[in-house]
């Protein structure tokens, strides 16, 4: 099973930009899809976004669309979330996630392996 540690989190103010990024250790990436999933304090955790294994195929939940971008590096072993024009509403722990395969899934039940989490504050 992959290890997955997730950086880059942070405060912000409305308008600024956060990356974060995902290092796979233990042993590489399968050949899986990847995804980003975030959770706020008394909310369940929900999809942001998720990018195939070739990086050739991504999905966005509705409310990132336009301002976040998935990406991966696989010779790195790393996922990354660039977060443009954040929001409060974007306020949460973010947490990367290794898919069971190669199928671009959007639920938890999808991913196999999950971070620890990145905590990311968006001041208004």
């Known amino acids: 099973q992959v290890q997955l ?10 308008g600024g930009s956060l990356r974060l ?8 990436f399968r050949n899986s899809a990847m995804g ?4 706020a304090p008394g909310k ?13 195929s991504t999905s966005y939940a509705d409310s ?9 590096v696989n ?5 990354y979330l660039q977060m443009n024009s954040l929001k409060p509403e974007d306020t949460g722990v973010y947490y990367c ?3 069971k395969g190669y199928a671009l899934g959007i639920a938890p039940a999808d991913f196999v ?5 990145t905590q990311v504050t968006v001041s208004s």
């Open 5 to 14: 540690v997730e950086s880059g989190g942070g405060s912000v103010q409305a």
């Open 21 to 28: 990024s995902c290092v796979a250790s233990g042993r590489t």
């Open 36 to 39: 980003w999933f975030r959770q």
């Open 44 to 56: 369940e955790r929900e999809f942001v976004a998720a990018i195939s294994w070739t990086g050739g």
């Open 64 to 72: 990132v669309k336009g301002r976040f971008t998935i990406s991966r």
């Open 75 to 79: 010779a790195k072993n790393t996922l």
């Open 97 to 99: 996630a290794d898919g």
């Open 113 to 117: 392996s999950w971070g620890q989490g």
